[in-house]
C-alpha cells in the first residue's frame, strides 16, 4: 500500500495477546493523529517502532552447525534455479543425501546438470514431487522418505518454494492472491507441522527483501514472505530452530532470471542484485552464526529515494539515511522546465511540458524521445502498471505537485498527460497547489469518524473478544 498508492497514510498497528487498555488507550491516539510512523507495536505503555539498520555476521558461534555425511535435507521448490544451487552448495558441504522437492520433474538441461554436480561432489540426490502447499502430498512424501531403508534422518529443511504474479492492488484478485501465497504460506505451515519431531540442525526459510521493504505489483508475494519471517520468530521462540534470509534477487537464478521481471526492471532499482557465489558466503555464515532473521541486499537508499520519492522520509529506512546524506539531496523540482514554463505563453507551455513528459517516457522505456508520438498510448508503447507510477513519481518530484497513482491510466498519452499537468500547475505562475483527484466533477461524501471516545470503546470490546470483526 506504501509503495503503490502514498497519497493514503496507512499504519500497522501490532498489541500484545493480553490487549492492555493502555495499548487500546495508545491506538486510538495513533488512529486519530497520525504521526510519520506507518508501523508500530504497542506493550503496555510502551510504542516500539522497527528500523532496518546495517548489520554484520557476528564472530562464529561456539557450536556451528555442520552438514552430515549421514544426513538428509530437504529443499524445497528444489528443481527451480535458487533450488538448485541451495543443493549444490548442499553437497559441497558434504550432504549425504540431497532431497529436491517440486511439483514436476526433471525436465530440463540445467535441471539434469545440478543433479549431476550433486551428484559428483558425493551427495546421493532424490527427487520428489508434491505440492508443498498440499498437506496430504507432503506428508506421504515425507512418510516415504523416512521408510526407505536407504534413506538418512532428516537433519535440515530449505524452504525456497515459491510463485509470483505481478499485479497492482486494483488488479488483485482472492484467487491471484492464494495462487502466490500458497507455497510459502501453507507449504511453510505444513512443514512446520510435519517436522516437529525431526532432529533438525536447521529449517531455513527463503524470504525476499519484498518482506522487508514491500514491492510494486508483488503486494501478495510481499505478504507471505513477511509470513516466513514471522513464521521464523514464532519457532524460535518456541526453542525450535529457524532462520528466515530476505534475499535481494538474484542475477543468475530465480525470479530476477525470467522475462516478466525484466519487463518491470524498477523492481531491482535501488537493490543491487546477487550472485549466486554470495548467496552460498551467507548460507554458510548462517550455519556459523544462527541468526533469526537476516536481510541480505545491496540497498542504495538514494537510488530508491529517486525512483519512489516517499522513501525519502520514510522513518523505517532513517537509520541507512542518516548514512547517506544525499537522499536529501537526491531529487528536487525541475526548475529550469518550471522557470522556463513561466516566461512564455500557454501555447510554448504545452509544446514544452509535452517534449518534457516524452523524454521522460523515452527514458522509462528505454528508446528514443523522438520516435514517440504524442498520441500513442503509452501502454502500447510499453508502459506497464509499475512503471506507470515510476512515470508519475518522476513527474511529481519534477513538478512539485502531488499526482494521483492513476494519472497515466486516465490521461493515457504524451499530450493528455501534459495537458493534464499544465492543468495541476495553474499555468505556473502562481504554484498553486494541485488537486489529488483526477475527475474533479466526482464529488464523494466524507467518511463518518468515530470521535474519540466510540474509538476507545470500541477497540476495548475487540480486544475483550466482543467482536467477531
Known sequence: MYSEHPEWRCMRADISDAGSGEEATALVERMVDLGPEDQVALRQSSCFVPRLANWSFPASADEPVEIK????????????????????????????QVVLLGRNGVGTDA?????AEME?????????????????????????????PAGLPLRGIIHGAGRFDF??????????????????????WHLHQLSLHEA???????????????????????????????????????????????WASFSDAGLATTPEFRRYRSLSQGLRQLRSAEGNWVLDRVLETAPV????????????????????????????????PVVGEARGKDEALLASLRGCDQARQLELMQSYVRQRVGDIIQIDAGEIDYEAKLFDLGIN??????LRNELEVALGIPLSSTLVWTYPTVIALAERCLELLDGPVDGSSADLDDDPETEEEPLALLNYDDALEYINEVLRGGEDE
Request: charged share 15%; proline share 2%; net charge neutral.
Open 200 to 246: 533438525l540442525d536447521f529449517f531455513i526459510f527463503y524470504s525476499s527483501a519484498a518482506g522487508l521493504l514491500g514491492s510494486l505489483s508483488l503486494a501478495p508475494y510481499a505478504a507471505a514472505n513477511s509470513f516466513l519471517d514471522g513464521l521464523a520468530h514464532y519457532r524460535r521462540a518456541q526453542g525450535l530452530v529457524a532462520t528466515s534470509i530476505n
Open 69 to 96: 555425511a549421514r544426513g538428509a535435507y530437504l529443499v524445497t521448490g528444489g528443481l527451480g534455479g535458487l533450488g538448485l544451487e541451495a543443493g549444490r552448495w548442499l553437497a559441497h558441504q558434504g550432504a549425504g
Open 167 to 188: 499485479a497492482m492492488l486494483g488488479e488483485q484478485s482472492l484467487a491471484r492472491c492464494r495462487e502466490v501465497m500458497a507455497p510459502k504460506v501453507a507449504g511453510a
Open 293 to 324: 532473521q537476516v536481510g541480505v541486499a545491496g540497498l542504495d537508499v538514494a537510488k530508491l529515494a529517486e525512483i519512489f520519492p516517499q522513501t525519502a522520509d520514510w522513518p523505517y529506512l532513517s537509520e541507512l539515511h542518516r548514512l547517506d
Open 385 to 390: 502498471s509499475l512503471l506507470s507510477l515510476e
Open 111 to 115: 535441471q539434469r546438470d545440478g543433479i
Open 120 to 148: 559428483s561432489a558425493g551427495s546421493k540426490v532424490t527427487v520428489a514431487t508434491a505440492d508443498v502447499a498440499n498437506y496430504g502430498e507432503l506428508r506421504r512424501c515425507l512418510d516415504q522418505l523416512r521408510s526407505n
